[in-house]
Structure formats: C-alpha cells, structure tokens
C-alpha cells in the first residue's frame, strides 16, 4: 500500500510544481500564496469533514469515502480540465488585475490566471498529508505496538522509498516522450495523461490491497475492540483542537516538530525552485529534471531507511529524532551561503562547467534530498511512535488536532513569511538573506522541542513496553489455565504426585506450562 501511496505522490509532486511554476504568467512567487490562501483553508475544510466522517462512518466505508474523491479528480484532470485549460482559465481577466495593481502581485493573481492547475497542486498536497498521514499511518497505528513499531516503521518506509526510484523514472520517461514527438503536437499534455492514468490504476491498487488486509489479513477477534475506539474518535473544531494542542505539553512539543518541519523545508523550498525555473523554463525540461531528483531521494531515502532501523535500534528515539533538523540546518547554511557568497566562487566553478545559477540549482537539490530522506526515514517513523505510547483519547485527540491545525500550519507559516518578503522586499531574491536567518530560529525551536519530547517518550514507551509485556505473560498464563482445565485426569495425575512427593513439584509444572500446545494436542 505504502509503495504505491507515494508512487503516486512522487508523480504529483513533481507534476504540480510544474504546472504552476512554468505556466504562462506564473512563476515560483505563486508558491507561498498558493500555499496559505488556497491549500490551508482546504486542508482545515477537508479534515473537519473527515472528522465529521469519522462519526458516522465505519473505518472501511471511511478509508473508500476519501480516496475515492482523490482517483476521480486526477483522472479527470488528465483528460478533460488540462485539455480544457485555455476555455476555462481568466487569461484576459488576470492580465487587467495584474496591470493595476503591479508586479509585486504577480504570485495572488497567477491563483486566478491558472486555477485549474492550484487546484490540482492542492488536491496533491492534500494525497501528501490525507493519504500517507491520515489513512495509512493511521491504519498502521490502530494495529502495530511500540515494539513492533522499532522494528517495522522503518521496514515500511524501506520497501515504499523504493517507490520513488521507480517514480522518477516514470516521471522522467514521460517528460521525455516529446522528443519523439512530432512538430505542434503538445508534448505536455500526452506526458500528463499518461502519469494520470498510473495514478488512477495506483489509486485503485491501494483500495483493493486495503480491502485485501481487512477481508483476510487482520485478526477478525479484534475488530470489536478496534472499532469501538474509532466510534469514540472526537469532533474537533479549530477551537478545540488549538485547546488540545495548548493544554497537553506532549502534543504541543509533538506539534511544534510538525510546524517546524513545514516552514524549515519551505523556506528553503520555494527559493530553489524560483532557481529552477530560471534554469529550466519548459515543462518537460522542468519535470525531466524533477524526475532526475525524485530517483535521487529514492536512492538517499532507501539508505537511509537502512541506517535508520540501527540508529532507532541503538541509540533511541532522541537521536533519531535529532538527526532531521541537524541534516536541514547544515544543508540550508550551504545552500543559503552560496546564494548570498556565491560570486566569488564563479571562475572556480566555470572550471566544473557550472554557473553560479547551476550550482545554486544542484546544492538545493541536494539540500531537499538529504533533508527529505531524512524525514521519510527518520522524521516520520519517530513521529508516528510519538503517538502510540499515548492514551486512546489523547491518540485520538492529539493527532485529530495536529493533522487539523499543525500539517498545514507548518507548511502556509513558510508560505506566510514568504509573502511577507515578497511584498517587503519586492522579490524573493532581495529576501534571501532574511529568509536564512529566520531558518536558524526555527531549526533551534525545533531542536529544543525534539529534547523536550524525549524526556517525555522515554518513559511512556517504556510504560507501554511493560504492559505490553505483562499482557503477553497474562494471556500465556489464562492460555495454560484453559489447557490444563482440558485435561482434568492429567492435572489429577500430577496432583496426587506432587502431594506424594513435594520435590518433584518444579519439574512436573515446568514441561506442562512450557508445553501448552502438546497437552492441548493431548486433550483434543
């Protein structure tokens, strides 16, 4: 399942940054408004439906009402919006508004130029933080202990990051495809279709593969217990998931890892790709390249999710935790400092055949790879065993806030700060300076929140590991109570030796309770 969640996303993210970075009118200034004014509303809008959802539907009819949605609207998008693009799009619209109120508006008034491209960098977002967050982790953590979640997590992540080499292959191969084509033909659109159908065929994979594990795969004794607790799931408006998030420090600390993870790799993102663009301006060029750097982070990700069972292993949660804001705070000076100092390196690397642009291009994504595979390999499975430890209201409660408020809070708080530089400063190049500092502050919250969330973890996990345990030995000791019971005339037997001969009590207990299966077998 995971595999193919983030095949699919892999395609769409690289697909949407294209479309709106590249199109016509557009540029990567549209990112840090598109992020806030469209994407967070319809983020809060989306969760507070499904939480709605969550009450009156059962976990499976819930799992299909949302990804159904998803399946729809990425094929249609392939063959009838993008297709459509110059009959519905305000081109003429846009050109007036932006006329009037000057080139600082560019970014609000590109939303209005290409809409039926925001709304498919949404929808894509949103296939980032429903799909992967809410309904396949979520599914993961309703049916996985702390233990089996060491060992596991990074397993998942493992065999699914295997998905982005394949991905960016794919993505690239289509991106490609216009070099055979004939003179006229839109290359573009014949690549999009193309991607668009795997994501439907995907799409349609993970339901079946959900469908798959409910039907024949999971303890069927168990789904009462399991689908009591999802009845009791809570109804939080934005309110009273902000009270959630205050009230308990746990999940604030748990929060402020999220939020700060979002504006971190946005701060650094969104001036990347305006560096991008500048280097590729077509969309296949573009998305060729977004393949190239998808591929990369598979490789980096796939080796890191090796690394990362070890170091969870080893050294503990802490460590695991801290590695992702160290990775992002070292790659972002590089990045930030060859951007601003930059100039007098340029006849040093005219000898490497880069420009000051190409190299600005190449240290980003490097940046973004190593940052994003530590998060797939490191962030998220320590994220995720964050919540296991809790108790089910808080589980439940927690996460419903966080998802709500935190996913999206994170990734507009960037976007935000972004737009303030923007319209301060006129551009985002003039902003870079600033934008670094302001890196440095949050990756150092981010750090103290990480420690903080340790001193708190450690214990509960091991609270957790110990009922775990205790419930283990107590099902064993009930499972050998039944089997004896079922066998009365051995128990009999052993009964009157015991009390003819105190010393051999150990050794006629012992083979008994070690070898529940064999009487059982005996009494059948």
């Known amino acids: 399942m995971f595999f193919c969640i983030l095949f699919n996303y892999t395609i769409l993210r690289d697909t949407k940054d294209v479309l709106v970075v590249t199109a016509k009118g557009s540029s990567a200034e549209i990112i840090p408004f598109?992020?806030?004014?469209?994407?967070?509303?319809?983020?809060?809008?989306?969760?507070?439906?499904?939480?709605?959802?969550?009450?009156?539907?059962?976990?499976?009819?819930?799992?299909?009402?949302?990804?159904?949605?998803?399946?729809?609207?990425?094929?249609?998008?392939?063959?009838?919006?993008?297709?459509?693009?110059?009959?519905?799009?305000?081109?003429?619209?846009?050109?007036?508004?932006?006329?009037?109120?000057?080139?600082?508006?560019?970014?609000?008034?590109?939303?209005?130029?290409?809409?039926?491209?925001?709304?498919?960098?949404?929808?894509?977002?949103?296939?980032?933080?429903?799909?992967?967050?809410?309904?396949?982790?979520?599914?993961?953590?309703?049916?996985?202990?702390?233990?089996?979640?060491?060992?596991?997590?990074?397993?998942?992540?493992?065999?699914?990051?295997?998905?982005?080499?394949?991905?960016?292959?794919?993505?690239?191969?289509?991106?490609?495809?216009?070099?055979?084509?004939?003179?006229g033909v839109d290359g573009w659109a014949i690549s999009l279709r193309g991607m668009m159908s795997i994501v439907v065929l995907l799409?349609?994979?993970?339901?079946?593969?959900?469908?798959?594990?409910?039907?024949?795969?999971?303890?069927?004794?168990?789904?009462?217990?399991?689908?009591?607790?999802?009845?009791?799931?809570?109804?939080?408006?934005?309110?009273?998931?902000?009270?959630?998030?205050?009230?308990?420090?746990?999940?604030?600390?748990?929060?402020?890892?999220?939020?700060?993870?979002?504006?971190s790799i946005n701060l650094v993102e969104v001036t990347w790709k305006s560096k991008l663009k500048a280097q590729y301006p077509s969309p296949n060029e573009y998305s060729s390249f977004m393949g190239d750097f998808s591929t990369a982070t598979g490789i980096a990700t796939f080796t890191m999710m090796l690394l990362g069972r070890v170091i969870l292993r080893k050294f503990g949660w802490g460590v695991a935790a801290t590695i992702t804001p160290a990775v992002l705070l070292l790659t972002g000076v590089g990045f930030f400092s060859l951007i601003l100092f930059g100039e007098p390196l340029t006849p040093l690397m005219a000898n490497f055949g880069l420009t000051p642009l190409l190299a600005a291009v190449y240290v980003g994504a490097m940046q973004n790879i190593f940052s994003k595979s530590a998060k797939y390999s490191l962030f998220d499975p320590c994220k995720e065993m964050a919540y296991i430890p809790l108790d089910e209201d808080m589980k439940v409660k927690g996460k419903a806030a966080i998802d709500v408020v935190c996913n999206p809070l994170g990734k507009s708080g960037g976007a935000l700060i972004q737009q303030f530089m923007i319209l301060s400063f006129g551009s985002l190049a003039n902003s870079t300076p600033y934008l670094g500092g302001i890196l440095l502050v949050i990756v150092l919250a981010w750090l103290g929140a990480v420690r903080s969330l340790d001193s708190q973890f450690s214990p509960l996990a091991k609270q957790e590991l110990e009922r775990e345990k205790m419930l283990k030995a107590k099902t064993v000791e009930t499972t050998a109570q039944v089997v004896g019971s079922g066998n009365g005339s051995l128990q009999e037997t052993l009964a009157s030796e015991n009390s003819a001969n105190g010393s051999a009590i150990k050794q006629t207990q012992e083979p008994e309770s070690t070898t529940p299966e064999k009487s059982g077998q005996q009494s059948q």
């Open 203 to 263: 799409g349609l994979v993970i339901a079946g593969i959900y469908w798959g594990v409910n039907r024949f795969v999971i303890d069927k004794s168990a789904a009462p217990v399991v689908a009591r607790k999802k009845k009791d799931k809570p109804k939080l408006s934005m309110g009273e998931s902000l009270k959630v998030l205050v009230s308990s420090r746990y999940v604030r600390d748990l929060a402020t890892l999220v939020v700060a993870y979002g504006i």
């Open 34 to 183: 598109l992020k806030t004014w469209v994407n967070l509303p319809m983020a809060i809008g989306f969760m507070l439906l499904y939480t709605k959802l969550a009450d009156v539907l059962s976990k499976e009819a819930l799992f299909y009402t949302v990804i159904f949605p998803f399946i729809a609207f990425f094929g249609a998008f392939g063959y009838l919006l993008y297709p459509m693009r110059d009959a519905i799009h305000p081109t003429a619209l846009a050109d007036r508004l932006l006329a009037a109120l000057g080139p600082s508006f560019l970014g609000p008034v590109a939303i209005l130029r290409v809409w039926s491209f925001c709304l498919f960098y949404v929808m894509a977002e949103l296939w980032g933080s429903v799909v992967i967050s809410v309904l396949f982790w979520g599914f993961a953590n309703q049916i996985t202990t702390v233990e089996e979640a060491k060992e596991f997590y990074p397993l998942f992540g493992l065999g699914a990051n295997v998905a982005l080499i394949f991905s960016g292959r794919t993505v690239k191969y289509f991106s490609n495809m216009r070099q055979n084509l004939g003179p």
